[in-house]
């Protein structure tokens, strides 16, 4: 059991109690319930957990165990405590090989392989991209989310997202690329194959990007901008097979899965996206041989097809603009050709 999928645990008086989370109120806290104060602060909480949680004692507001329906009010401090120790944070180097494009004393650029994690998380303690970045690289700034340790991370892809992707060797690169970042003077292009074909051949895609309402493991869009983060996706077409389209996408901003977020919610998912909805087939006939011609491909791509093809960025210590692009994967390619051969043989 780890604290991220467990919040509670039953335990007698006698047992020692462990401080798993400490969050600490802004000064300018309005009063909200508790369950929904740490729902957007606890990774992968659920308000049913907390609640139950609440009822076992488990969540105290300074010093003292409060009920579901406690109301936090500013400079309150908010412990989770549970009977078993916090998993270890400590992250620990892994020899995990790394595509390495271009490195200096700054910055190291990578093309990120599909399935690889990013970073240490719920289910994902070892084997990920920051474990093998502290096996090839020493003394790594650390930028430190939520106090889980990221070193030289300015930016992340999903696990099924290939492509390309910069890491931070110094402090000075760390903290100038994450405000490059922030002020998008970034420049990134993606690729990805996705259901349906586009009436035009390039567009922009507007809505607030945030956690789903009904399931926090995905992002839901928010046109009328009510919750969620700004986001901008521009996309262009770059091959139609009727039932799919090869797109390239630009990234104004980088909000959490914006790309599979904004594409499902214009009605075209990723392509075997199955967080999204695009494991399925979403257009085409319902005959046996291409029901199968989708399942081949699924197979050949286990993953949502999108790829990061491209980053600009400025050197932060030089000032050189640096620009770096990545060939497609080879199960994307292999699918992408799949398609190609299968639209030939209907054209013939």
């Known amino acids: 059991m780890s604290e991220e999928s467990e919040l509670y645990e039953e335990q007698d008086d006698q047992e020692d109690l462990f401080e798993h989370h400490r969050i600490v109120a802004d000064p300018g806290q309005e009063p909200l319930r ?29 010093d003292a165990p409060v009920k579901p329906n406690y109301r936090v009010k500013p400079k309150d401090v908010i412990t989770v405590v549970m009977a078993y120790p916090p998993r270890d944070k400590t992250i620990y180097p892994e020899d995990i090989p790394l595509d390495i494009l271009f490195e200096d004393d700054d910055v190291v650029v990578l093309n990120k392989q599909p399935d690889l994690v990013v970073h240490p998380g719920h289910g994902n303690f070892n084997g990920t991209l920051v474990n093998g970045l502290m096996f090839h690289f020493k003394n790594l700034p650390d930028m430190n989310k939520h106090g889980e340790p990221r070193p030289g991370l300015v930016h992340r892809l999903d696990k099924g997202t290939s492509g390309v992707m910069v890491v931070a060797k110094s402090e000075l690169a760390l903290s100038n690329l994450a405000q490059q970042f922030f002020d998008r003077t970034t420049q990134r292009y993606y690729n990805a194959l996705v259901w349906g074909d586009f009436e035009e051949d390039e567009g922009t895609i507007e809505g607030h990007v945030g956690r ?137």
């Not at 901008?232 to 977020?261: D, N, P, S, W």
Request: net charge positive; with cysteine; charged share 25%.
């Open 212 to 348: 789903s309402i009904k399931n926090r493991i995905v992002m839901d869009v928010f046109p009328d901008g009510d919750q969620g983060k700004h986001a901008v996706t521009h996309y262009k077409v770059l091959e139609r097979f009727g039932y799919v389209t090869l797109v390239q996408c630009k990234l104004e901003t980088g909000r959490t899965h914006q790309i599979r977020a904004h594409m499902k919610f214009i009605g075209h998912p990723l392509f075997n996206d199955e967080r999204y909805g695009g494991d399925r087939v979403l257009k085409g006939t319902t005959f046996t041989k291409y029901k199968q011609f989708i399942q081949n491909c699924f197979d050949a791509l286990p993953r949502p097809a999108l790829h990061a093809k491209s980053l600009g960025f400025t050197q932060p210590v030089t000032k050189e603009r640096l620009s770096f692009d990545t060939d497609l994967p080879e199960d994307m390619l292999t699918v992408i050709e799949k398609w190609r051969v299968y639209v030939s043989s209907r054209k013939e």
């Open 34 to 62: 508790i369950d929904k104060f740490l729902m957007d602060r606890i990774a992968n909480a659920t308000r049913n957990k907390i609640q139950v949680a609440a009822k076992a004692g488990n969540i105290l507001v300074n």
